[in-house]
């Protein structure tokens, strides 16, 4: 089975750019979640999307983040226009996990680190 | 609002010798628990969980018993390897709603030969 796909793995660009990422889940989990990991602290999450309607994005700087999970199943997350403390590494995780169930693992795409200067 | 409080690190060992990871935990109701590790290189895998108190979670040697009396999920390893060189996260997730996770600041293992 295959697991989460996340391009690029590395981006660098300059503060005041935009920057885009991509995630692929895994086949059939209905819950996608990214996450951002600052180095040092554990993963925090950003959003959560269940389908492609979105059930928690109450960490989510919205003045400069954005995503979309289009269809359900591919997702993008972008920063415009990024800054500094924007460096970090971004995680996509999926689930098969529905409100109420009992809790069912996230599996973890391998990141991207993002390094703004 | 839910934490997790993990030994700083790094913690540095030789091979063979056993291992303890400490974590604690806040949160209202009874929250399942975890231990994530992230190789270098890698995206987090879960290692192993526990969704109830004195339950106790178990995978490659690695356990860890959910004490609800300390709010505790420490990890232990009773012989680690050079290959178990990772960051260790210990996480919790409430037994509701959508089940998301909230991480500790995770714990570097570094094992010599």
């Known amino acids: 089975e295959a697991g989460v796909a996340q391009s690029p793995r590395y981006k660098i660009i300059e503060k005041r750019q935009s920057v885009a990422f991509w995630c692929n889940p895994i086949?059939?989990?209905?819950?996608l979640y990214w996450y951002q990991q600052i180095l040092g602290q554990g993963p925090k999450l950003l959003i959560q999307f269940q389908n492609n309607g979105v059930v928690d994005d109450s960490q989510l700087p919205k003045d400069r983040f954005s995503a979309e999970r289009l269809k359900g199943v591919d997702s993008t997350l972008k920063i415009q226009p990024a800054k500094l403390e924007d460096s970090a590494v971004y995680l996509c995780?999926?689930?098969?996990?529905?409100?109420?169930?009992?809790?069912?693992?996230?599996?973890f795409g391998p990141g991207t680190r993002l390094t703004v200067l | 609002g839910d934490s997790v409080t993990q030994m700083e690190g790094p913690v540095t060992l030789s091979e063979e010798a056993f291992l303890t990871i400490n974590c604690t935990y806040t949160?209202?109701?009874?929250?399942?628990l975890f231990w994530y590790v992230q190789y270098p290189g890698e995206g987090l895998q879960l290692l192993l969980k526990a969704t109830k108190a004195d339950d106790k979670g178990s995978n490659k040697g690695f356990e860890a018993t959910y004490r609800k009396e300390t709010t505790s999920f420490h990890l232990e390893k009773g012989s680690v390897q050079v290959s178990d060189s990772a960051v260790y996260f210990c996480a919790l997730s409430p037994n509701s709603g959508y089940s998301t996770l909230t991480f500790g600041k995770g714990t570097m293992l570094l094992v010599s030969p």
């Open positions: 949160a209202t109701g009874y929250p399942s």
């Open positions: 995780a999926s689930s098969s996990s529905m409100w109420g169930s009992s809790y069912n693992e996230q599996f």
């Open positions: 086949s059939g989990h209905a819950t």
